[in-house]
């Protein structure tokens, strides 16, 4: 055997990306670098620099020494996000958003799903609904977060925290609340507006809110607008049917709504898509049709949204700008500087799932109110 197949070659180790390669791909010196990529540029460091930075970090695969960085400033880089369940689409797509952000400013995202949050509480063996088992996990973890960031919807579960004393920024929550160092939410009042508009600019008078049952800011203030929006509305008649956040309850609570007393409603505006999609359900069981019988709105704009028959006109949110907003707000929180704190547009998008009511000209004529 000789010494080389003794000793095989042996691939030298890849180098270590510095902070020098990445001011040198940028173009910038590596001062820069360090006030970019610890997020204290604004004011010092243009705009167009500050991306140069950030795209040549991302292509070059930098990443900081944490552990370094960590006992230079007192910090941990970890950032705690709270929110209601794992399995839930539209958090699911906050979370990326905060995640890529989070990555920007070299800092890491743990997420905890709060139990006392999750809008579909699990049910025992005989079918009745047992209340969750809270372990609070904030007690050890306070010393190894720097600070966090939750869903209103998951709100009771940061007792713990703020005793901690730590920076909380709060999503898709009271913007009074004194709770949190910053709020930053999503236009949902101006998302219920558009829907109510919408359906009553079809000729919807008989509408049913089928509303949350789910206790949260978010869900108070749609409740509040739709009723609003209808007041003036000479004939509207309002009513209420509450469901949980599931298909199956929102079929359950759309049948109770289709087949209670009094006149039945035209029109079905459902706090969200997967409600929405359990209210088609019902109106097909019950020899129905979306839209000509009945017209039914969804909120959020998630992947059901498109895979019923006919596509649900919906609320669009832009969840992955909104968890990055959100960890922007809690990075300027943390470096001491006034948070933006803003209110993100959403979008109404009408598609087949409403028409004018039954008794309008042109009612199957013209779905989606086009």
């Given at each position: 055997?000789t010494?080389?197949?003794?000793?095989?070659?042996?691939?030298?180790?890849?180098?270590?990306?510095?902070?020098?390669?990445?001011?040198?791909?940028?173009?910038?010196?590596?001062?820069?670098?360090?006030?970019?990529?610890?997020?204290?540029?604004?004011?010092?460091?243009s705009?167009?620099?500050?991306?140069?930075?950030?795209?040549?970090?991302?292509?070059?695969?930098?990443?900081?020494n944490?552990?370094?960085?960590?006992?230079?400033?007192?910090?941990?880089?970890?950032?705690?996000?709270?929110?209601?369940?794992?399995?839930?689409?539209?958090f699911?797509?906050?979370?990326?958003?905060?995640?890529?952000?989070?990555?920007?400013?070299?800092?890491?995202?743990?997420?905890?799903?709060?139990?006392?949050?999750?809008?579909?509480?699990?049910?025992?063996?005989?079918?009745?609904?047992?209340a969750?088992?809270?372990?609070?996990?904030?007690?050890?973890?306070?010393?190894?977060?720097?600070?966090?960031?939750?869903?209103?919807?998951?709100?009771?579960?940061?007792?713990?925290?703020?005793?901690?004393?730590?920076?909380?920024?709060?999503?898709?929550?009271?913007?009074d609340?004194?709770?949190?160092?910053?709020?930053v939410?999503?236009?949902?009042?101006?998302?219920?507006?558009?829907?109510?508009?919408?359906?009553?600019?079809?000729?919807?008078?008989?509408?049913?809110h089928?509303?949350?049952?789910?206790?949260?800011?978010?869900?108070?203030?749609?409740?509040?607008?739709?009723?609003?929006?209808?007041?003036?509305?000479?004939?509207?008649?309002l009513?209420?049917?509450?469901?949980a956040?599931?298909?199956?309850?929102?079929?359950?609570?759309?049948?109770?709504?289709?087949?209670?007393?009094?006149?039945?409603?035209?029109a079905?505006?459902?706090?969200?898509?997967?409600?929405?999609?359990?209210?088609?359900?019902?109106?097909?069981?019950?020899?129905?049709?979306?839209?000509?019988?009945?017209?039914?709105t969804?909120?959020?704009?998630?992947?059901?949204?498109?895979?019923?028959?006919p596509?649900?006109t919906?609320?669009?949110?832009?969840?992955?700008?909104?968890?990055?907003?959100?960890?922007?707000?809690?990075?300027?929180?943390?470096d001491?500087?006034?948070?933006?704190?803003?209110?993100?547009?959403?979008?109404?998008?009408?598609?087949?799932?409403?028409?004018?009511?039954?008794?309008?000209?042109?009612n199957?004529?013209?779905?989606?109110?086009?």
């Amino acid at each position: 055997m000789t010494s080389n197949e003794a000793h095989p070659a042996r691939r030298p180790a890849a180098a270590r990306v510095t902070s020098r390669d990445v001011a040198r791909a940028a173009g910038v010196s590596q001062a820069a670098v360090s006030l970019v990529l610890g997020d204290k540029w604004r004011g010092r460091v243009s705009p167009a620099k500050a991306d140069a930075v950030r795209t040549a970090a991302r292509e070059l695969g930098y990443r900081p020494n944490l552990a370094a960085r960590s006992l230079r400033l007192g910090r941990t880089r970890t950032v705690l996000m709270v929110v209601p369940a794992l399995t839930t689409e539209f958090f699911a797509r906050v979370y990326t958003g905060a995640a890529r952000a989070a990555a920007d400013h070299g800092f890491g995202v743990v997420l905890y799903p709060s139990p006392e949050g999750d809008p579909s509480p699990p049910a025992s063996a005989n079918g009745s609904v047992r209340a969750p088992v809270i372990r609070d996990p904030f007690d050890s973890a306070a010393a190894t977060l720097d600070g966090v960031l939750a869903s209103s919807m998951a709100a009771e579960a940061l007792t713990t925290l703020r005793n901690a004393d730590l920076p909380l920024v709060m999503l898709d929550s009271d913007p009074d609340d004194d709770r949190a160092d910053a709020t930053v939410n999503l236009d949902i009042a101006d998302g219920a507006r558009q829907l109510t508009d919408h359906l009553s600019a079809l000729g919807h008078r008989r509408i049913t809110h089928l509303t949350a049952d789910v206790r949260s800011w978010t869900f108070g203030v749609r409740a509040r607008v739709v009723a609003d929006r209808l007041h003036g509305v000479p004939g509207a008649l309002l009513r209420r049917q509450p469901a949980a956040l599931c298909v199956d309850a929102g079929l359950q609570a759309a049948h109770a709504a289709l087949t209670g007393p009094g006149p039945r409603p035209t029109a079905l505006l459902c706090d969200d898509d997967t409600i929405a999609a359990g209210a088609c359900k019902a109106v097909r069981r019950l020899g129905l049709r979306v839209p000509e019988d009945v017209s039914v709105t969804g909120f959020d704009d998630l992947a059901l949204a498109v895979a019923v028959e006919p596509e649900l006109t919906t609320v669009r949110l832009p969840a992955e700008e909104f968890g990055a907003a959100g960890l922007r707000a809690l990075m300027a929180v943390l470096d001491g500087r006034p948070a933006d704190a803003p209110t993100l547009p959403v979008e109404l998008v009408p598609r087949g799932s409403t028409a004018p009511p039954p008794d309008a000209p042109g009612n199957a004529a013209h779905p989606g109110g086009t």
